[in-house]
């Protein structure tokens, strides 16, 4: 007890076991779902979803990655923005708003050279990404409009004006996608196309993962972040301006410019991460351009919340919602509605955002058992 | 001796320290008792265990000899106690009357009976001498008034047991004399009273007994008649304290700080808060601006500090203009500023002490490579300064700020302030809420400051202070200087006539 105790009082042994336990909690939700919509196979389907990935071997463990990587991205943008005291919902707008500046260079600009195709893509998912975000941040700080206010706005605005030039410019209509990128704008696949694939019989054929390189760039650009965050002045001078904005301007800061560019940065991450989500070929994503916001926006916030907006706890736990959402696809397979999956993956996922509170519970939860313990055992001495 | 609240062996823990360590106090029917102690010595923790507040881990609570369990104020205002917080709680845009029945409303099917009510405030007022006009507003009433308002609060409540917070900390010197009176005329009447100051001279003209608490311990229960001033204050910090604030007379040089006709603009363009304000701060001098609160000081500071844009007028740094200067070039030009409020502007409370105490210098070379933070050499500076001035927190530099106590908190500010080396430093209640230690140590770096040619701006409300520490004196009322005194010649009564509005000078050009 007293050894527990005391690694209650490391703050990242705590932050790690409150994120572990508001999975679990989350995991236990969503199996009471499953028993409330189909008691027989429930047990099964709770299995299934426990396995997630794993369930279609090494092509579904790339998948995993695949998918996690828009997500560690916008999860670090509502991590970051909320670490520099601002609430970035609007990661949606700027998701799509960054993908489709990958895929319009990835179609369009095939006079780059080729290995600087896809990067100039991703460059330029980051800047538009930011530039969608450079309206609130302005707002923000010069006219004090509330970000939640003008980056949800900015959500609708850019879904629109996404899908109005995804059609106007590089739609495939046969499909009713966008058209594949060209060869020289898709992600390498880093090597990672050794190791996740299925075989398909014995021919040596094989059935690919669509996870590349991109998932190596989500995990420098989480180091990085993490970095400025800890490390740099600059940080230093956003987070002091996220935690007081007054002391901030008294100290000589900026603080005007640090709303701005913590919201720029913030929109450039989301922005990227519609980039790496798309740039991947012809097997991979393709914007469906309906009028749909993007989830990997709005799950950005329970990525952050669950990573506790430490950017490499955001790595985590993106890579966890990941794993449980593909193991809800693989739900199909019994009897479950299609929404009833749905809304068990978001239940375990929403559940599991309650990193925060149980932060701050279980402390104060141990503390209280030990002291009762404690004062039991005085009155046993007397 | 029967006692009306007796609290005996309180102890209340907070993580990393231990407010109240095993504290007794004994409060007598009919007395005024003061309850003194530096900062952080768990005074504001102890009362607000008794006014439920917190819950004590240890010790238990007795009324008039029966246990009583406080749990939250609701339970300690059904027991008779009442607290005035240092902060009045007040809607400002609701009359007195309003204000004082909020939470007890007398009703009638539903909707509001005022007659019976006012009826008693009135009786009250007139009984305990707390002349108020019931249907004033309170935003229309001075600070004086409002506190009266308070106290009129609990009588209305039939409270027995009175809690005063540090009461005079935001009265003139007029207004304290009438509230003494008034605590002297409830405890006549059988109140009785709890009174937390720091101030020495209004225990010992109210108090009967008094409790002194030092880092979480009690000290003792003195009787006030026969206890000197020294010895309590003794007592209190544990070493010899001087009152006086020994200083040599200043010898000013070339000017460091000039303002020149400043005006600044009021928040709703009616009046102006700065009104064509001109002096000037030379090296090797303390100038005190005096005024009661509200008079436009912090407009002054906030234009002076560049927080707040100006309407006309110059400021210059030795000389040169800074007036469009944003507020790091003013810094760098030397300025130096203690804050007003240290939550609002002086601290990062979310952010350790080390990174509290760079606030203002993490950029120079000496803490930063590259864009990189030197970590190493921040926890060092850190150390170095938490040993110069002496903070106290419970994990050293680590310690989160918004965990350390008040003085402390200030101790940290004015560390990093005086520690840039600035060439004006510009102090706004320094020493606010503060206790006899604290205060003490603040004014000599104050004249330590200047007696090493720096210039000093104190901006003060406590007129002892303005009288002790400062080689000249500025009088501010209702945005304009209207007076400028000697310490050495003038009088308290003279000041507050000048503060009050009552007095000034023939359009003094005070430079």
């Known amino acids: ?382 | 001796m029967d006692y009306v609240i007796e609290m005996l062996n309180i102890t209340k823990e907070f993580p990393g320290i231990i407010a109240n360590d095993n504290i007794t106090l004994q409060l007598k029917k009919g007395e005024i008792h003061a309850l003194l102690g530096e900062n952080g010595a768990g005074k504001s923790t102890l009362m607000s265990v008794l006014f439920g507040l917190y819950i004590p881990e240890k010790g238990l609570i007795k009324k008039e000899g029966q246990e009583v369990k406080i749990n939250d104020p609701n339970a300690a205002n059904a027991l008779g106690i009442g607290m005035v917080h240092q902060h009045f709680k007040l809607v400002h845009n609701f009359t007195v009357l309003q204000n004082i029945i909020l939470g007890v409303e007398t009703t009638h099917n539903g909707l509001l009976r005022m007659d019976a009510a006012r009826d008693k405030v009135v009786a009250l007022s007139q009984r305990y001498g707390l002349s108020v006009d019931p249907d004033a507003l309170i935003q229309d009433i001075t600070v004086g008034m409002q506190q009266r308002v308070e106290i009129l609060k609990m009588l209305y409540r039939d409270n027995e047991i009175l809690i005063f917070d540090e009461p005079t900390a935001v009265l003139t010197p007029q207004e304290i004399e009438e509230l003494m009176k008034i605590m002297r005329d409830l405890a006549a009447e059988g109140k009785s009273i709890l009174f937390i100051t720091h101030k020495l001279n209004e225990i010992k003209a109210v108090a009967d007994r008094c409790t002194v608490l030092r880092k979480g311990r009690l000290v003792g229960t003195i009787d006030v008649a026969t206890t000197a001033k020294e010895e309590m204050s003794e007592m209190m910090v544990g070493r010899k304290v001087d009152f006086a604030v020994e200083k040599a007379d200043s010898i000013p040089t070339e000017p460091a700080l000039e303002v020149r006709e400043l005006t600044v603009g009021g928040r709703h363009n009616t009046k102006k808060s700065v009104k064509d304000v001109s002096f000037t701060v030379r090296k090797g001098e303390i100038v005190c601006i005096a005024g009661i609160d509200g008079n436009g000081q912090s407009e002054l500071v906030y234009a002076l500090t560049g927080l707040q844009p100006i309407e006309k007028g110059h400021i210059f740094i030795n000389g040169k203009d800074v007036t469009n200067y944003s507020i790091r070039k003013r810094n760098a030009e030397g300025m130096s500023h203690i804050p007003e409020d240290r939550h609002k502007h002086g601290l990062v409370l979310d952010y350790s002490l080390e990174e509290n105490l760079v606030l203002k210098c993490y950029y120079t070379p000496a803490f930063q490579k590259n864009g990189f933070l030197k970590f190493q050499k921040i926890n060092e500076y850190a150390d170095c300064l938490i040993g110069k001035y002496d903070i106290r927190s419970g994990q050293g530099a680590k310690t989160i700020t918004r965990s350390m106590s008040g003085g402390n908190q200030q101790k940290a500010i004015v560390a990093r302030e005086i520690d840039l080396d600035p060439e004006i430093l510009i102090a706004v209640q320094p020493t606010r809420g503060l206790d006899v230690g604290a205060i003490e140590y603040i004014h000599k770096q104050l004249i330590a400051q200047r007696d090493e040619g720096k210039a000093v701006l104190l901006i003060s409300l406590e007129l002892e202070e303005v009288m002790n520490v400062s080689d000249r004196i500025l009088v501010i009322y209702e945005g304009e200087i209207v007076g400028e005194l000697d310490p050495k010649t003038a009088t308290f009564q003279e000041i507050g006539l000048y503060m009050a509005g009552g007095k000034r000078d023939e359009r003094s050009e005070a430079i």
């Open chain 1, 1 to 382: 007890m007293i050894l527990l105790k005391k690694l209650l009082n490391i703050r990242g042994f705590n932050n790690a076991t409150s994120s572990i336990v508001a999975i679990f909690a989350g995991l236990l939700f969503g199996f009471i779902i499953l028993l409330v919509s189909n008691p027989p196979q429930a047990v099964e389907g709770f299995i299934i979803i426990l396995k997630g990935g794993f369930s279609t071997g090494g092509k579904g463990m790339g998948q995993v990655m695949y998918f996690a990587t828009p997500l560690i991205l916008t999860g670090l943008s509502v991590g970051f923005a909320f670490k520099t005291g601002l609430f970035n919902i609007g990661a949606s707008g700027q998701f799509i708003m960054g993908a489709f500046a990958a895929v319009y260079i990835g179609v369009k600009w095939t006079f780059i050279p080729a290995p600087f195709h896809w990067m100039v893509a991703l460059l330029a998912a980051a800047v538009v990404g930011g530039l969608w975000a450079l309206i609130p941040g302005l707002l923000k700080a010069y006219l004090n409009v509330h970000e939640v206010i003008s980056t949800i706005m900015m959500n609708y605005i850019g879904m629109y004006f996404a899908n109005f030039m995804v059609k106007a410019t590089v739609y495939d209509s046969r499909k009713a996608l966008s058209m594949n990128v060209a060869e020289s704008a898709v992600l390498p696949k880093g090597g990672l196309d050794k190791i996740f694939y299925n075989p398909i019989g014995s021919s040596g054929a094989v059935d690919l993962s669509t996870v590349n390189s991109g998932f190596y760039v989500a995990l420098i650009v989480a180091v990085v972040m993490f970095i400025v965050l800890n490390k740099t002045t600059f940080g230093y001078e956003l987070k002091a301006c996220g935690f007081n904005q007054n002391a901030s301007k008294f100290a000589g800061i900026n603080e005007k410019r640090s709303v701005v560019m913590s919201m720029v940065i913030a929109g450039a991450l989301s922005g990227l991460g519609g980039g790496l989500l798309y740039l991947s070929g012809a097997s991979g994503r393709h914007i469906k351009a309906v009028d749909v916001l993007a989830a990997e926006g709005f799950n950005g916030i329970p990525v952050a919340l669950l990573g506790l907006s430490n950017p490499i706890g955001i790595i985590f736990s993106a890579i966890f919602i990941s794993y449980i959402t593909l193991g809800g696809n693989y739900l199909q397979t019994l009897d479950f509605v299609p929404e009833i999956i749905d809304i068990i993956i978001a239940c375990i996922i929403y559940f599991s955002a309650f990193a925060l509170l149980f932060r701050n519970i279980l402390p104060r939860l141990l503390k209280w058992r030990t002291d009762a313990a404690e004062i039991k055992n005085e009155g046993e001495d007397e």
